[in-house]
């Protein structure tokens, strides 16, 4: 009997680690229809390795250590973990179901479509909030922070008077 209770710990103990995310800064994009997407970026210990195949089939490695947690409109939420890409930066999960790109200003979101073949997008938006790291401030909504950058007002901008 005890030696049950001591694997369901031992089991929970495992889950709450795998579970684990230390956010080190967190972006917001926002989609034509006002719908959020928040993605919080952060690091493993161990990197990670993948392989990434060129059009001619030579096969490169690649390692990270960087990972995201993107959480969805409707909740939905997945870790990621960055791949080689040529054109921004790439993300997916473990399993290969969801994919996180991210280019310039721009993110995209894609679910891995029912038939297995390719990627359907899920969400595309435009990055709307500054970056930020959350271990030194609290969370704060979009509404309540300024427009406008500190420096960047109305008295800094217009034609200047030299005397």
Same mark, same amino acid.
């Given at each position: 009997?005890? $030696?049950?209770?001591?694997?369901?710990?031992?089991?929970? &103990?495992?889950?709450?680690?795998?579970?684990?995310?230390?956010?080190?800064?967190?972006? !917001?994009?926002?989609?034509?229809?006002?719908?959020?997407?928040?993605?919080?970026?952060?690091?493993?210990?161990?990197?990670?390795?993948?392989?990434?195949?060129?059009? *001619?089939?030579? !096969?490169?490695?690649?390692?990270?250590?960087? !990972?995201?947690?993107?959480?969805? =409109?409707?909740?939905?939420?997945? $870790?990621?973990?960055?791949?080689?890409?040529?054109?921004? *930066?790439?993300?997916?999960?473990?399993?290969?179901?969801?994919?996180?790109?991210?280019?310039?200003?721009?993110?995209?979101? &894609?679910? !891995?479509?029912?038939?297995?073949?390719?990627?359907? $997008?899920?969400?595309?938006?435009?990055?709307?909030?500054?970056?930020?790291? =959350?271990?030194?401030?609290?969370?704060?909504? $979009?509404?309540?922070? =300024?427009?406008?950058?500190?420096?960047?007002?109305?008295?800094?901008?217009?034609?200047?008077?030299?005397?």
């Amino acid at each position: 009997m005890q $030696i049950k209770y001591i694997f369901a710990g031992l089991a929970l &103990a495992l889950l709450a680690g795998c579970a684990s995310f230390e956010p080190t800064r967190s972006q !917001k994009f926002v989609d034509e229809s006002g719908q959020f997407v928040h993605v919080d970026y952060g690091t493993e210990k161990e990197p990670r390795m993948s392989t990434f195949v060129l059009s *001619n089939g030579v !096969k490169l490695p690649f390692k990270s250590k960087l !990972k995201v947690r993107v959480t969805m =409109p409707d909740g939905d939420d997945f $870790i990621a973990y960055q791949r080689m890409s040529t054109t921004g *930066n790439l993300y997916m999960d473990e399993k290969e179901n969801w994919e996180y790109f991210e280019q310039g200003t721009g993110c995209l979101v &894609a679910h !891995k479509a029912p038939d297995g073949k390719g990627f359907l $997008i899920r969400y595309q938006g435009t990055l709307c909030a500054s970056v930020r790291n =959350p271990l030194e401030e609290k969370r704060q909504s $979009i509404r309540s922070a =300024p427009s406008t950058p500190q420096g960047f007002g109305r008295e800094s901008s217009g034609p200047r008077t030299v005397e």
